[in-house]
């Protein structure tokens, strides 16, 4: 059996690259709690020239995976407002069906495809950078307005249920919205959810709305990546690689974040998606151009010879 020494290492180098990515991505989600989302999709796309949907659609299942070790910490502390949760998945669930349906049987069919996907992931991208760069001014804003809040609301968890159910035609509203965006761009599904329940719930606290944001992440990015998935969009061993670099450095980002000037980094953070997302959009991805046949070409320069 023929065994090439240089082919292994070159494995091993590029194993290596996507690791120390997921490293990268993991750190910077332990410290700022920036979805990775938001973060790893225009990395592999930008750094490593990896096609938008299999990025988009490996990345889904990243978030998926990673986002689930902190729904379970929420569900243990009960911050999690399962009302809110089922009404944004029964908007966002259907609407990331439909959306994967129209990629498939329409939209990856049109040369366009990888243009309207860096377009969206731009567009989302562009907004998330500003919610982080801002996102201090925003929860001021809100805080003041639960100033008159207890800080236990085990006590009126009926009350906010049942503002859950008056409210859960605009909450399927918003489901539906992520639902979209998210299964295009794999990114929106924590900073979009976070600042639409803010608007709705804006005397719930903090901790309940990034709990009950979490967890319907989590199934949302499940479903759009197995939808992607069957589509042949994700690259199981990039997946396992990304991995395995970024749950141990979410673990050490968390623990050491306290240490660390998170603000500066957040707003770095947030510029750098901005700018990222306005390249996206004013640059997106197009299709290479399909190469004509050698036949085909021996035959033009036949028929101009003979011109």
Avoid at 96 to 125: I, P
Wanted: positive net charge.
């Amino acid at each position: 059996m023929y065994y090439d020494r240089n082919l292994t290492y070159i494995g091993i180098f590029v194993s290596l690259e996507f690791i120390l990515a997921g490293v990268l991505v993991g750190f910077c989600v332990g410290i700022t709690g920036v979805g990775g989302g938001s973060l790893m999709t225009p990395i592999l796309i930008s750094l490593f020239r990896i096609e938008p949907h299999i990025a988009i659609g490996t990345d889904l299942l990243y978030a998926a995976i990673s986002k689930f070790c902190g729904s379970l910490v929420h569900a243990k502390k009960m911050n999690i407002v399962w009302p809110i949760v089922l009404w944004l998945a029964v908007g966002s669930i259907p609407a990331s069906f439909a959306t994967h349906w129209v990629l498939e049987n329409y939209l990856s069919q049109s040369s366009s495809y990888k243009a309207v996907l860096t377009m969206v992931l731009g567009f989302m991208l562009t907004l998330t950078g500003i919610s982080i760069v801002f996102r201090g001014h925003i929860e001021r804003f809100f805080n003041k307005i639960r100033k008159d809040v207890p800080t236990d609301m085990t006590q009126d968890l009926e009350k906010v249920n049942l503002q859950a159910k008056d409210k859960r035609a605009y909450i399927i509203i918003m489901g539906i919205v992520l639902g979209v965006f998210v299964t295009l761009s794999s990114v929106g599904a924590g900073a979009f959810g976070i600042m639409a329940l803010l608007l709705m719930f804006p005397q719930l606290p903090m901790i309940r709305i990034i709990g009950s944001d979490v967890v319907h992440a989590v199934l949302l990015t499940l479903v759009a990546g197995l939808g992607h998935m069957s589509s042949g969009n994700v690259d199981l061993h990039l997946l396992g690689w990304l991995l395995v670099g970024s749950i141990p450095a979410i673990v050490v980002g968390t623990l050491i974040s306290s240490r660390l000037p998170e603000k500066i980094i957040r707003k770095i953070l947030g510029i750098t998606l901005f700018a990222l997302g306005m390249n996206f959009m004013l640059n997106p991805v197009k299709a290479k151009p399909v190469e004509k046949p050698a036949t085909a070409q021996v035959i033009s320069i036949e028929k101009s010879a003979q011109v």
